[in-house]
């Protein structure tokens, strides 16, 4: 109840990548359809980058963002939850105020016409490139 741990792909721990719960500032997501988020931590230089949909399931994103976001306000950690639409600000670098931006662009091929289990978006280059077709509150 304290922290997020994340496995290796042999499970073993990877310590490097705990969230600690009490460290969480902000998530911030995108409206478009895809499956990133971010998550700002107090720390300068420690904000994560995610993509949930590598596997092809795309309900885990928001099912670690309501897990997230509960267990943060469970020990009275008070998160923002930012929706953006062009461009999403972190700073990852492990050195304070040195930021980095993903962008969004939309391919051609509409999410409609994705195999199951298909990734609903690539990173390539801090640019997310989604399937257009519809974005997620519009």
Excluded: W
Aim: some cysteine; proline content about 4%; aromatic content about 10%.
């Amino acid at each position: 109840d304290r922290a997020v741990i994340f496995l290796t792909a042999k499970y073993e721990l990877y310590p490097q990548k705990t969230i600690f719960l009490k460290n969480v500032r902000a998530l911030s997501l995108s409206t478009h359809v895809d499956t990133m988020i971010v998550i700002h931590q107090a720390e300068a230089g420690k904000d994560m980058v995610l993509d949930f949909g590598v596997t092809g399931i795309y309900h885990t994103l928001p099912e670690f963002v309501g897990n997230l976001y509960l267990a943060c306000k469970k020990l009275g950690n008070r998160i923002l939850v930012n929706v953006y639409h062009d461009r999403i600000r972190y700073n990852n670098s492990r050195k304070p105020n040195v930021f980095d931006e993903l962008s969004f662009s939309a391919k051609k091929e509409k999410a409609t016409k994705l195999k199951p289990g298909a990734p609903l978006c690539t990173l390539k280059n801090k640019v997310v490139i989604y399937y257009g077709g519809r974005d997620l509150l519009h």
